[in-house]
């Protein structure tokens, strides 16, 4: 049987993980066990660190995911003796957005994101250093391709904390704005003031 019942082998994996992420500037989100005791699947999820902004390079991720493995296959205190599924992968774009650093990570993407009852389409521009999250909101397009246009009187930009968000998720999108460095770096708070 693998030894992933216990703690210490959680916490072996997770210490392994995050050194072998760290040499491949990557960060560690998540370890997630499911599957029959008799054969496991091991999730280990990861991502950039929170400031840097775009995907994960898929040929770095593979590149972890080859080391971990070989650290698994040779240690049998991380994993146990038996065999196990291990995969590394990024959240990919149905991840919830739950924590601040989700949030962060995800600064210049289009979310779709709910907050004190009212749904939202906007884009994250920045999080401010109390968690605030600054919104531009974009109406998008109807189903043939023509730009909407917001209600009259409604706000273009937006400040919600992040703890009063219910639900947020990034949005496959293939046409970012031209200008969207411009609009992060505008809305970006200065470390001066």
Do not use: C, N, W
Request: glycine fraction near 6%.
């Amino acid at each position: 049987m693998s030894d992933l019942d216990g703690q210490s082998a959680h916490t072996a994996l997770r210490d392994a993980a995050v050194r072998i992420l760290a040499a491949h500037d990557l960060v560690l989100e998540e370890i997630v066990v499911t599957g029959p005791r008799s054969m496991p699947e091991v999730r280990v999820i990861v991502d950039r660190p929170e400031d840097q902004l775009g995907s994960a390079d898929l040929d770095v991720v593979a590149t972890a995911s080859r080391e971990l493995s070989a650290l698994v296959d040779e240690d049998d205190d991380l994993l146990g003796p038996d065999p196990v599924v291990l995969e590394v992968t990024t959240p990919g774009v149905d991840r919830q957005l739950t924590q601040p650093r989700h949030f962060r990570r995800a600064r210049g993407r289009l979310l779709s994101l709910s907050a004190d009852g009212t749904d939202y389409r906007a884009r994250l521009l920045a999080v401010t250093e109390d968690d605030v999250l600054v919104l531009r909101q974009e109406p998008g397009r109807d189903d043939r391709g023509r730009p909407l246009k917001m209600p009259p009187g409604t706000s273009e930009r937006l400040e919600i904390p992040a703890a009063e968000v219910t639900s947020a998720q990034v949005q496959v999108e293939f046409d970012p704005p031209a200008d969207l460095a411009q609009l992060i770096a505008d809305a970006t708070p200065s470390k001066e003031s």
